[in-house]
């Protein structure tokens, strides 16, 4: 038979999981997350993202024809494909704004009419 590993006691009342570091005012703990940690974190993923996007666009650069409406001309592969994601994004964005412009002012109009 094999033995179960024991379980850590939490700490009591007397054993606080903060410490005072000078009188009356508390240490403010270790392991918690702050803005400017999460701000560093998407910084550091967005610059991880534009290296790889970039690493795409170079090893896609042979040269497409691309037609739109009345314009043509030829641009890399890598190069369209990130125009395209670009477009997409603004696109997005615009129908999100739209969306809370609309919630915003239904918010609005109810506030006036109560």
């Not at 508390?26 to 910084?43: D, E, T, Y």
């Not at 993202?49 to 691309?66: A, D, G, H, Y």
């Amino acid at each position: 038979m094999t033995a179960l590993p024991r379980l850590e006691e939490e700490p009591s009342a007397a054993q606080s999981p903060t410490e005072f570091s000078e009188v009356g005012t508390l240490a403010v703990p270790q392991n918690i997350r702050s803005r400017i940690s999460a701000a560093w974190f998407g910084m550091v993923a967005a610059a991880l993202v534009l290296v790889l996007r970039m690493i795409f666009i170079f090893q896609n650069m042979r040269s497409v024809k691309i037609t739109h409406v009345t314009l043509s001309g030829t641009i890399p592969v890598g190069v369209a494909l990130l125009f395209a994601a670009i477009g997409g994004l603004l696109l997005a964005g615009l129908v999100a704004s739209l969306r809370i412009w609309q919630l915003h002012h239904r918010v609005t109009q109810g506030e006036k009419e109560t």
